[in-house]
């Protein structure tokens, strides 16, 4: 559903019809109001959207960064290897472009769209989760007692405490994320909870992937950036430190630079020792780290995650199943309804009503349209599958289908009914214009 909604050009009456070759925009969060700038984005302002593409009809998510000039490039080098990079914890970058629809000069970062998202700094810290907002945040004057601000954490992570494994199933997403990212010689270099988006299944995936290369390239091209990845790399790690302490204390103020020891601390004493040394590992920043050399802090736990993983698997093998048992049905029926009672086909008014479709009309009958001995429609889900399903397979049993006006009874097997729509479906297809079925797979009339 998320992905059918469109934007209403009066509410939005700045937005381009077309943007290279999407359409449809649509922003994924409130616009800033009349004359409100959007927010900062590594110095520039930035806003999302989702759009179409306008070939492929596929949803997708566009990044712009407003007011930017590529003027170099070499930059570009980056995006190429952030689109062959994909895995199941990173949003996919599709490409990159610079546009001038929005009236300015905007670069655009395509990216896979996944509805129904949000941030995790949304999911777990967002302002309205009691115990979240701190009475000093408005007031950076204000000095805050270290009484305070401890309090303040142990209050939170006694209140608020996220489970354990779900905070090491986070760890083992994100590491597998940035072990696929640094071992293709890239940094994600936005390791934070507003850009790691989730889902409603825990699912996270880092966004905002390649933005940093391109525009931090520009605004200091005379860096060489190659040769700052691995540095990039370190400071990944440190991110993702300093996240799981966020997390752990259920608070962004925990890794205030101030407030590191109180949370660690805290953390030891709400989790397992192996959580704590995790982070102080991560936050070793001295220390030369490898995400390698996080698995096996994960250890075990890995194989709960696999195995929770192989039984969502199953159950959606599950549901798939029935899927495409319900598909196999749906296609019989939209055949029995292209054929019954069709108004005229080949300027004969009576085809849908002599020979074969007389039978399937009245097979339609048999199915849909029984009554009980009252006279009162027979509403049986059950029946009207299992004839389907013998149509389908064409079945030898024998039905008897009764004419309308109840004179003539005609006995035939479900093999004669489906040679009968068979024939029948095969004369229409032959002579459409489009020999295409439903599915879009060409039909070979048989
Ligand atoms: N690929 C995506 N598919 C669907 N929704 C996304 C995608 N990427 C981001 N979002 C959603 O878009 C919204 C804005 O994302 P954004 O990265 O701008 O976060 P933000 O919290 O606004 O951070 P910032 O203030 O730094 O821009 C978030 O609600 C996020 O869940």
């Known amino acids: ?111 896979d769209y996944h509805p129904g998202c949000e941030t995790l700094l949304s999911r777990h810290f967002s302002p309205d989760q009691s115990g979240y907002s701190d009475p000093f945040i408005n007031d950076t004057s204000t000095p805050r007692p270290y009484s305070y601000q401890k309090n303040n954490l142990l209050r939170h992570t006694q209140n608020n405490k996220l489970p354990e494994p779900l905070i090491w199933n986070y760890i083992i997403q994100l590491t597998s994320a940035l072990r696929v990212i640094h071992s293709s010689a890239l940094a994600c270099r936005s390791l934070d909870p507003t850009k790691i988006i989730i889902n409603s299944r825990n699912r996270l995936r880092l966004s905002c992937l390649g933005v940093m290369d391109v525009v931090m390239h520009e605004t200091n091209s005379t860096i060489n950036h190659v040769t700052l990845i691995q540095h990039y790399q370190q400071e990944d790690l440190t991110s993702l430190g300093k996240l799981v302490l966020a997390l752990a204390c259920k608070s962004t103020v925990a890794v205030q630079r101030e407030n590191m020891s109180t949370a660690l601390d805290l953390v030891g004493r709400t989790y397992t020792p192996d959580l704590r040394n995790l982070i ?74 002599t020979g074969d479709r007389y039978m399937l009309k009245l097979f339609r009958d048999y199915v849909f349209h029984q009554v ?16 389907l399903n013998k149509l389908d397979v064409g079945t030898p049993e024998k039905i008897s289908l009764i004419s309308r006006d109840e004179q003539s009874v005609l006995v035939v097997s479900y093999a004669e009914l489906k040679h009968c729509l068979e024939q029948s479906f095969g004369e229409l297809a032959n002579s459409s214009m489009l020999h295409h079925d439903l599915s879009g797979t060409t039909i070979v009339p048989e």
């Open 1 to 111: 559903m998320l992905t059918l909604l469109q934007a209403d050009p009066t509410q939005f009456p700045d937005l381009p019809a077309e943007v290279d070759s999407y359409h449809e925009l649509f922003p994924v969060e409130a616009m800033p109001s009349a004359g409100g700038l959007h927010k900062p984005h590594m110095g520039y302002q930035a806003s999302m959207y989702k759009a179409t593409h306008i070939k492929t009809g596929i949803h997708y998510c566009l990044r712009r960064i407003h007011g930017f000039r590529l003027s170099n490039t070499k930059c570009m080098a980056f995006v190429e290897l952030w689109k062959k990079l994909s895995h199941s914890n990173i949003v996919q970058l599709k490409e990159v472009f610079t546009t001038k629809a929005f009236g300015d000069n905007s670069m655009i970062f395509v990216y």
């Open 280 to 353: 102080m590992y991560l936050l070793a920043s001295q220390q030369r780290r490898s995400v390698t050399d996080l698995m096996p802090m994960i250890g075990a736990r890995f194989y709960t995650q696999l195995d929770l993983l192989h039984q969502h698997a199953d159950s959606l093998d599950d549901e798939l199943s029935k899927e495409v048992q319900n598909g196999r049905l749906f296609r019989l029926m939209v055949k029995l309804s292209m054929i019954n009672e069709r108004p005229d086909f080949n300027m004969e008014s009576t085809w849908s009503e």
């Open 372 to 387: 009980n001995e009252d006279g009162n429609p027979w509403l049986d889900m059950a029946h009207v599958v299992q004839c």
